[in-house]
């Protein structure tokens, strides 16, 4: 009796190691869930960051934002352009025009159409000019598509909508 009463107490320590170890790391996956960002929150970081960055002629930032892939698409003053390596070259050719945006957050709209997904919707002031020529501000409706990554968010299109505003 005695010798088996023994080896009731290693397997009887086994299972609350085993329990002890379940609780613990349910409670880590709960915690880092609840304190995830709703992708729409992290679509609006990243449309902040890219604001920030392009302002800044930031290259490394702007292209680690835009998504690597030649089916990037973004639209400028009517003309198509694909690809990441594309879009840099056109970035790069206004850092020496001028080039603002200056987006109305308070319209900000940012919504998720799937897991890894997320459109934005955002009115910008756009001051832009060739180099050497005065600038001039239009209004413009920003459209973003965002993609999620095993590395995180990342722009898909960018597509202006001339002289718009949300109407609510």
Known sequence: MLIQSHKKIPRLKYNIATFIAAVVTSACILVSIASAAAPEEEATELFKRFIVARHAHDDVTVESILWNSSEFLWVSRGIQTRGRDAAMKLFRSY?????????????????????????????????????GQPAQKARFLISQSLVHQSDGWHIASILPIADTSLKK
Do not use: N
């Open 95 to 131: 850092y020496s025009a001028t080039w603002k945006v200056e987006p109305e957050m308070d319209s900000f709209h940012a919504v998720k159409l799937s897991t890894d997904v997320v459109q934005i919707l955002v009115p910008i002031v756009f001051t832009r000019a060739e180099a």
